[in-house]
C-alpha cells in the first residue's frame, strides 16, 4: 500500500482543495447537498471569520499518490475553555475515504497539534464549533439534512469508535408536521394559557429595522442557553457576521420575539429549507444560482426550528408552547407544512417534552464524539 502524506493547509489553492474534498467523497450520493463554495472558504477563513478573534485552528489533508484521501481541522476554542473552565479540543470537517489507516493518521495529526496547545480533551466533529454545524450524523441516513445541520457516511461513525472515541453526548431532531401539531389539544391548551396568563405579546422580524432587532438577537441568546451542555457564548461580532449571512434567507413572519410589559422574554429563529434550492446549486451561488433563491422559494416544503429560546426568569411558563403555536401557523401560512426541530440535546428534558407534545417524530440522531488526550 502506498504511504499517507500528511500536510496542512498553508495557501488558498490548499483550502480550495481542502473545501472541494468532499465531492469526491460524495459523488453519487443523493441524499448530499453541497455546501455553498463562497460560504465555506468564508467560515474557514481565519482572518475574516470573527470566530478566530477567540480561537485557532489547523487544517490538514491526507494525501495518497498525490491524490486526497480525506481532511481534518484541529480547533483551539479560548472562550470554550474559559467558559466551562476546562481544556478541550475539537476536531471538524472531517471527511475521509473508508480507510481506517488514513482516518487513525487525521486523527493522530489534530491529536498532536491539540495535545502542543495544551488541551486533554479532543471533542467532535464542530464545524467550527456548537454554535455552528455541529455533531455527526448516527440515525436518518435515508434523508438529506435540513439547513445548516450535518450528513455524512455511516461508515464515519466506525471510523471514529475504532480510533477510540467514545460518545459524550447525542443530539437530536424531530421531525414536525402541522395537522399533527395543530391536532395536540394539550399543546393548544398550554399556549392559550401560557399566552393569557403572561399577557406575552409575539412580535415578528423588521426587515426596515433589520440590525435593531439583532440587538435583541444579543440580549437573548446568551441568557436563554446559557446552562446548555456544551453551550459557547456568541460574541456581538459573530451575531452580526450571522446575521448579515442569514439575511438574505430570512422570512420575517418565522423569526420571533417575545415582550412581557415591555420586557423582552425569548427569541426564536425558524429558516425555510434553502437545502432545496442548495442542493441544485453544486456549490455555485453564482452568477445564476442566487436568483434561485426567489424563483424557486415556493417549492419550498421544509423548515428547520433552528434556536427558541426563553430568558431564564421566564422559563417554565409555558411560553415556549406559545411560540410553538406561532411557529407551526405562521409557516401554515406560507404553505410549509413540515418542520424540524433541531437539534435538541438528549437530555433536555423540558426541550424533548415540548417536542412530544407537538407529536413530533424523533427522526434523526447526532453524535458528540470525546478522546481522553492525556
Same mark, same amino acid.
Given at each position: 500500500?502506498?504511504?499517507?502524506?500528511?500536510?496542512?493547509?498553508?495557501?488558498?489553492?490548499?483550502?480550495?482543495?481542502?473545501?472541494?474534498? $468532499?465531492?469526491?467523497?460524495?459523488?453519487?450520493?443523493?441524499?448530499?447537498?453541497?455546501?455553498?463554495?463562497?460560504?465555506? *472558504?468564508?467560515? %474557514?477563513? *481565519?482572518?475574516?471569520?470573527?470566530?478566530?478573534?477567540?480561537?485557532?485552528?489547523?487544517?490538514?489533508?491526507?494525501?495518497?499518490?498525490?491524490?486526497?484521501?480525506?481532511?481534518?481541522?484541529?480547533?483551539?476554542?479560548?472562550?470554550?475553555?474559559?467558559?466551562?473552565? !476546562?481544556?478541550?479540543?475539537?476536531?471538524?470537517?472531517?471527511?475521509?475515504?473508508?480507510?481506517? @489507516?488514513?482516518?487513525?493518521?487525521?486523527?493522530?495529526?489534530?491529536?498532536?497539534?491539540?495535545?502542543?496547545?495544551?488541551? !486533554?480533551? #479532543?471533542?467532535?466533529?464542530?464545524?467550527?464549533?456548537?454554535?455552528?454545524?455541529?455533531?455527526? =450524523?448516527? @440515525?436518518?441516513?435515508?434523508? /438529506?439534512?435540513?439547513?445548516?445541520?450535518?450528513?455524512?457516511?455511516?461508515?464515519?461513525?466506525?471510523?471514529?469508535?475504532?480510533?477510540?472515541?467514545?460518545?459524550?453526548?447525542?443530539?437530536?431532531?424531530? +421531525?414536525?408536521?402541522?395537522?399533527?401539531?395543530?391536532?395536540?389539544?394539550?399543546?393548544?391548551?398550554?399556549? /392559550?394559557?401560557?399566552? +393569557?396568563?403572561?399577557?406575552? +405579546?409575539?412580535?415578528?422580524?423588521?426587515? &426596515?429595522?433589520?440590525?435593531?432587532?439583532?440587538?435583541?438577537?444579543?440580549?437573548?441568546?446568551?441568557?436563554?442557553?446559557?446552562?446548555?451542555?456544551?453551550?459557547?457564548?456568541?460574541?456581538? @461580532?459573530?451575531? !452580526?457576521?450571522?446575521?448579515?449571512?442569514?439575511?438574505?434567507?430570512?422570512?420575517?413572519?418565522?423569526?420571533?420575539?417575545?415582550?412581557? +410589559?415591555?420586557?423582552?422574554?425569548?427569541?426564536?429563529?425558524?429558516?425555510?429549507?434553502?437545502?432545496?434550492?442548495?442542493? $441544485?446549486?453544486?456549490?455555485?451561488? =453564482?452568477?445564476?444560482?442566487?436568483?434561485?433563491?426567489?424563483? $424557486?422559494?415556493? &417549492?419550498?416544503?421544509?423548515?428547520?426550528?433552528?434556536?427558541?429560546?426563553?430568558?431564564?426568569?421566564? $422559563?417554565?411558563?409555558?411560553?415556549?408552547?406559545?411560540?410553538?403555536?406561532?411557529?407551526?401557523?405562521?409557516?401554515?401560512?406560507?404553505?410549509? !407544512? %413540515?418542520? @424540524?426541530?433541531?437539534?435538541?440535546? /438528549?437530555?433536555?428534558?423540558? #426541550?424533548?417534552?415540548?417536542? /412530544?407534545? #407537538?407529536?413530533?417524530?424523533?427522526?434523526? *440522531?447526532?453524535?458528540?464524539?470525546?478522546?481522553?488526550?492525556?
Amino acid at each position: 500500500m502506498s504511504s499517507i502524506n500528511i500536510t496542512t493547509v498553508n495557501n488558498k489553492n490548499d483550502l480550495m482543495r481542502f473545501i472541494k474534498f $468532499q465531492w469526491k467523497i460524495y459523488q453519487g450520493d443523493k441524499h448530499w447537498v453541497p455546501p455553498l463554495l463562497m460560504d465555506r *472558504k468564508k467560515i %474557514l477563513d *481565519k482572518q475574516k471569520n470573527p470566530f478566530f478573534k477567540h480561537a485557532e485552528a489547523e487544517y490538514f489533508l491526507a494525501e495518497r499518490n498525490g491524490e486526497i484521501v480525506g481532511r481534518i481541522a484541529a480547533i483551539k476554542n479560548d472562550l470554550h475553555n474559559k467558559y466551562h473552565n !476546562d481544556k478541550t479540543g475539537f476536531f471538524g470537517f472531517f471527511e475521509c475515504i473508508n480507510d481506517q @489507516e488514513v482516518a487513525n493518521m487525521l486523527f493522530d495529526s489534530a491529536k498532536n497539534w491539540l495535545k502542543s496547545k495544551g488541551l !486533554d480533551t #479532543m471533542r467532535g466533529p464542530a464545524n467550527p464549533s456548537s454554535n455552528d454545524e455541529y455533531g455527526m =450524523l448516527l @440515525e436518518g441516513f435515508e434523508d /438529506e439534512a435540513r439547513i445548516l445541520m450535518t450528513y455524512n457516511p455511516k461508515y464515519y461513525l466506525q471510523l471514529c469508535e475504532n480510533y477510540g472515541f467514545k460518545k459524550v453526548k447525542d443530539l437530536y431532531a424531530y +421531525k414536525l408536521e402541522h395537522d399533527k401539531v395543530i391536532s395536540s389539544s394539550k399543546l393548544k391548551r398550554v399556549a /392559550e394559557i401560557a399566552a +393569557k396568563r403572561a399577557e406575552i +405579546k409575539i412580535t415578528q422580524l423588521n426587515m &426596515k429595522n433589520f440590525y435593531s432587532d439583532v440587538e435583541k438577537v444579543k440580549f437573548v441568546y446568551n441568557k436563554a442557553w446559557a446552562p446548555n451542555w456544551g453551550f459557547v457564548p456568541m460574541t456581538d @461580532e459573530e451575531i !452580526d457576521a450571522l446575521a448579515k449571512d442569514l439575511k438574505p434567507l430570512a422570512e420575517p413572519s418565522l423569526v420571533l420575539f417575545g415582550e412581557i +410589559k415591555g420586557n423582552l422574554v425569548g427569541f426564536a429563529l425558524t429558516l425555510l429549507d434553502y437545502n432545496y434550492i442548495f442542493k $441544485q446549486l453544486n456549490g455555485k451561488l =453564482l452568477p445564476f444560482g442566487f436568483l434561485k433563491l426567489f424563483t $424557486q422559494k415556493k &417549492k419550498i416544503e421544509w423548515c428547520r426550528i433552528i434556536t427558541l429560546g426563553i430568558i431564564p426568569e421566564y $422559563q417554565k411558563r409555558g411560553l415556549d408552547a406559545v411560540f410553538y403555536w406561532e411557529i407551526v401557523n405562521r409557516a401554515h401560512n406560507l404553505g410549509v !407544512d %413540515l418542520g @424540524e426541530a433541531s437539534w435538541i440535546l /438528549e437530555d433536555n428534558d423540558m #426541550m424533548n417534552r415540548g417536542a /412530544e407534545v #407537538m407529536k413530533g417524530e424523533l427522526y434523526k *440522531k447526532y453524535r458528540i464524539y470525546d478522546k481522553s488526550l492525556r
